[in-house]
Structure formats: structure tokens, C-alpha cells
């Protein structure tokens, strides 16, 4: 019988797989200068980017203190949320999309029937171009509501940007 093999940190995983990608590069490209291990990770810290190659988005600190502090959706909440939701947009509208959208009807979602329970968010452009978001989206963590926020941004800048006509339902 083999002994048992101690199971492999976090870390020396992430190394393996950069030292397996770096290889795969040399392959590919060999007029590449090899990529010291060491180097190749320092590079990914700076981007920040996680173990699928996504790059992380940044959330400034007032915009995580406030979600932390919006509760439950009800009326006195719901004002906050708003307030929210827009300065995310700004913020995001600035630093994904170099500011080339102009602000949407930003709002929520009615939650009706069964269909709606699977639902988060959606964009719907045209004359409409609304970005709504399900209340319950606020039960999430924070990043999380920023991916899907952010996602119907995107279908947003498909239709303003790139002026291709779509909307979304997600």
C-alpha cells in the first residue's frame, strides 16, 4: 500500500497550474522569453485576478460600507438600495465603460409567479432602458451583486455602445 499523500495548499496548486500555463505558452509561442514562476505570479497579484482568470471588480469602501448597510427590502430601505444601485452604476459606467453610457431607469423588480423566482436582474434597452434588479438580489454577498449587476451593464453597453439592439432577461 502507498502512504497516504498529504493533500497540496492552496497555494503550491496555484503554482502547478502557472507553471503548467507558463509551459503551454512556450509551446505555443516559442520566441517568448520564458516567464520566471516567480515573476509570472507577482504579475497576477497585481491584476488581482482569481484562480478562472477573472479579473476581480473593485468596489469603493463607500459603496461596501453602504451595502452592508441596506437590509431588508421594505420602504425605508428602499431609498438606500436606489441610492446604491445608482452610485454603483457610476462608478462602474466609469471604470469598465469609460463613462460612455448614460444613466438607465435604475429600479426593482415586481416579483410575480414562479417564473420571477429565478430571475435577478435584467436590461431592457430601447426607448425603455431600464436595468432592474430583484429585491432579493440584496441578500447576496456583495461581489456577487456586482457580477450580475455589472452583466447587465454589458447587455446595456451592447446596445448603447456597440448600438446593437437587445435586451435581456436574466
Same mark, same amino acid.
Given at each position: ?9 492552496? @497555494?503550491?496548486? +496555484?503554482?502547478?497550474? $502557472?507553471?503548467?500555463?507558463?509551459? *503551454?505558452? *512556450?509551446? &505555443?509561442?516559442p520566441g ?14 497585481? +491584476? +488581482? ?14 459603496? @461596501? ?14 431609498? @438606500?438600495?436606489? =441610492?446604491?444601485?445608482?452610485?454603483? =452604476?457610476?462608478? $462602474? ?8 453610457? *448614460?444613466?438607465?431607469? &435604475?429600479? %426593482? ?14 436590461? +431592457? ?8 434588479v430583484s ?6 454577498? $456583495? ?5 450580475? %449587476? ?12 456597440? @448600438?446593437?439592439?437587445?435586451?435581456? &432577461?436574466?
Amino acid at each position: 500500500n502507498e502512504p497516504l499523500k498529504k493533500p497540496l495548499a492552496f @497555494k503550491d496548486v +496555484r503554482n502547478l497550474l $502557472l507553471k503548467e500555463r507558463v509551459e *503551454k505558452k *512556450k509551446a &505555443i509561442h516559442p520566441g517568448l522569453a520564458p516567464l520566471d514562476p516567480k515573476e509570472a505570479l507577482q504579475i497576477q497579484d497585481e +491584476r +488581482r485576478l482569481d484562480m478562472g482568470n477573472i479579473p476581480k471588480v473593485s468596489v469603493p469602501d463607500n459603496l @461596501k460600507k453602504a451595502y452592508l448597510h441596506i437590509g431588508d427590502h421594505n420602504a425605508a430601505n428602499r431609498a @438606500k438600495q436606489l =441610492w446604491f444601485m445608482e452610485h454603483l =452604476w457610476k462608478h $462602474l459606467n466609469t471604470t469598465k465603460f469609460q463613462g460612455e453610457m *448614460k444613466v438607465p431607469n &435604475i429600479g %426593482f423588480m415586481k416579483l410575480q409567479g414562479i417564473l420571477s423566482m429565478r430571475m435577478r436582474a435584467y436590461w +431592457r434597452g430601447g426607448s425603455y432602458r431600464n436595468l432592474n434588479v430583484s429585491p432579493r438580489l440584496f441578500n447576496s454577498q $456583495l461581489g456577487t451583486f456586482v457580477e450580475i %449587476f455589472l452583466h447587465e451593464m454589458c447587455h446595456q453597453a451592447v446596445s448603447e455602445i456597440t @448600438k446593437i439592439s437587445e435586451s435581456h &432577461i436574466n
